[in-house]
């Protein structure tokens, strides 16, 4: 990780909070305290009959015939959020965040697809590749660690996914330092579960697992294991947004979450998401953020404007 840190304590990794330590990996990998449904769920999702990939050698947003491409459009159709397509940005009313994280999962192609490269279904193919290129971390005083940009994004481009261990929620309430870090990817009764009862091809087994699965609740925990996108801070006024992206298939192993730019980001911005209400009171105590630090800004320089104008009154008064 080529982390720097500010003044006398640069590159003295002694100096490093535990926070900032940990070992990158590319994917999800299962953790402790995950419910028996979704380690089967899990199980079941690696053998070959239950995967989701097609052997196209196009473009697989128009082949009709397209696996991926099936399953894409029926969590358009079901779920009501639109395919994700390589160069063409989502539109997501910034108003309705929370529910395009939770009600609006996408499909994608996977790794086991024959078309890869060329393929607009494959938005976030190579997501994880060169991270140390495209991100660099900077401590700051305030916020501790940020995750800055190397590069330029139009708004709606795949710009990181979130890795970690998948952890049942007794882990999570465990240490106050993985609640902080984790992002909740299922939820007890996940909106996911209305796929399921679509899905006419799919093997009873594995059916029965999976509803079970998405009835509880899994979380990614990045600490240990995870990568650069942990070090994302909250904004009130973010330039992504999170969503969920199954890849290759519908188990909670092939479930990502994934970092979509909101409005166009220049090589050098901060990258930020908003962390949701609930967060931010408990836990951010006072907001740095660029669109808060402005506020008080503005709110302190007319509480100053004011108390000037009282005072040069009545020393007029006085006068
Ligand atoms: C997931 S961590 C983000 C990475 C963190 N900055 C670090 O150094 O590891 C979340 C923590 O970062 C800090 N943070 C993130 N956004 C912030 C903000 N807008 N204002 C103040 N603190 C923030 C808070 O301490 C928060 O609990």
């Known amino acids: 990780m080529t982390s720097s840190l500010g003044d006398s304590l ?3 990794r002694l100096n490093w909070p535990s926070t900032a330590i940990f070992k990158t990996i590319s994917n999800n990998i299962d953790g402790e305290g995950l419910a028996q449904s979704v380690k089967q769920s899990i199980k079941l999702g690696l053998e070959q009959k239950n995967h989701i ?3 196209c050698t196009g473009d697989c947003s128009t082949n009709e015939k397209c696996e991926c491409l099936k399953m894409a459009q029926l969590m358009e159709k079901t779920l009501g959020g639109e395919k994700i397509v390589r160069g063409q940005p989502i539109h997501n009313p910034p108003s309705d965040e929370k529910t395009i994280y939770w009600e609006k999962p996408r499909f994608v192609c996977g790794p086991r697809c024959s078309c890869r490269k060329d393929c607009s279904l494959n938005p976030i193919q190579s997501i994880d590749k060169n991270q140390p290129e495209k991100f660099e971390i900077l401590r700051t005083d305030q916020k501790g660690f940020c995750l800055y940009a190397k590069f330029d994004a139009v708004a709606g481009t795949p710009i990181a996914s979130f890795n970690g261990e998948m952890v049942g929620p007794r882990e999570i309430k465990k240490d106050m330092n993985v609640y902080q870090y984790s992002l909740q990817v299922i939820a007890n ?5 209305k796929i399921l009862s ?10 029965d697992q999976l509803k079970k699965a998405y009835r509880s609740s899994v979380y990614i925990n990045p600490l240990k294991m995870g990568n650069f996108a942990r070090m994302t801070n909250h904004s009130c006024d973010p330039n992504m947004e999170v969503l969920r992206v199954f890849q290759g298939g519908v188990s909670p192993a092939d479930l990502r979450v994934v970092f ?3 409005k166009a980001i220049k090589a050098g911005d901060e990258l930020t998401f908003n962390y949701g209400d609930d967060y931010v009171g408990q836990y951010l105590g006072t907001c740095l953020c660029d669109k808060c630090k402005e506020e008080r800004g503005s709110r302190k320089r007319k509480i100053e404007d004011t108390t000037r104008v009282l005072r ?6 006085c006068n």
Do not use: L, N
Request: hydrophobic share 15%; with cysteine.
């Open 189 to 193: 009764d996940d909106p996911f579960r």
């Open 10 to 12: 640069r590159d003295r």
């Open 260 to 262: 979509i730019a909101t």
């Open 53 to 55: 990939c097609c052997s």
């Open 312 to 317: 040069s009154q009545a020393k007029r008064q």
């Open 198 to 207: 679509k899905c006419k091809s799919m093997d009873h087994e594995y059916k």
